[in-house]
């Protein structure tokens, strides 16, 4: 008998898996609307949001135990899908990369890697910048960015300090900064996977949005062959 998924021969369905952090509420769903219709089913593994760095690091450890777990299932790549990296400065994130494609064989995404490759290929020169938290979040965001070569101008914090109350966050409430952030740049960036953004068009009044989540997702399809799906 042939395995059945929704129909289709569980042969034919690529897997994908997802590291989030333990308290984000809307990777799951973006990325279920982003696989609707497509071969290709998500699985998931959260690693603890508070205990998940080392210092000026990742603790790899967890991340290694929710790679293992999903190596487990068969999925054809892996994205650690949240924006830590470019808080903590990118190199983390090559490094947790190299790490877990070593352990697994697998190729591995992050979202800060996938949206640094986006915003230099798309030669966006000035971006604004939407993030959950405070100015002083923002701050760092364009300082890491501006290392990278990124200039990053108008920013709007949305003042929300705790992780998973991101996600209340209105599409109607984020369009508005988005078009806060908007004034004198060629693109708004917004910088948290827990924020809604998938729900915003792609561009608003003209100004094309990046989000987050979209971003690592869509790195995570070409990482498993699913480029332009």
Known sequence: MTDMTDGEPLEGIRALGVILPSSNRVVERATEARL????AAAC????PYGAMLNGESYDESVFLTAADLLADAGVAAL???ATRGAALGFSP???LCATITRRTGLPMVTTALATRETI????????GLVVQGGMEEADLVRARFGEAGIAIGP???LGVTENRLAAAVTPARLAQATREAAAGSEAVLIW???LPGWRLPPTLDGVPLLDATTIGTEALLAAAGLMGA
Not at 36 to 39: E, Q, R, S
Not at 44 to 47: S, T
Not at 120 to 127: E, P
């Open 36 to 39: 609707a219709g497509l071969p």
């Open 44 to 47: 998931y593994a959260r690693v």
């Open 79 to 81: 994205c650690w899908n």
């Open 93 to 95: 994130d090559e490094r």
């Open 120 to 127: 230099v290929r798309a030669g966006y020169r000035r971006l």
């Open 155 to 157: 920013a709007v914090a």
């Open 192 to 194: 948290s996977t827990n």
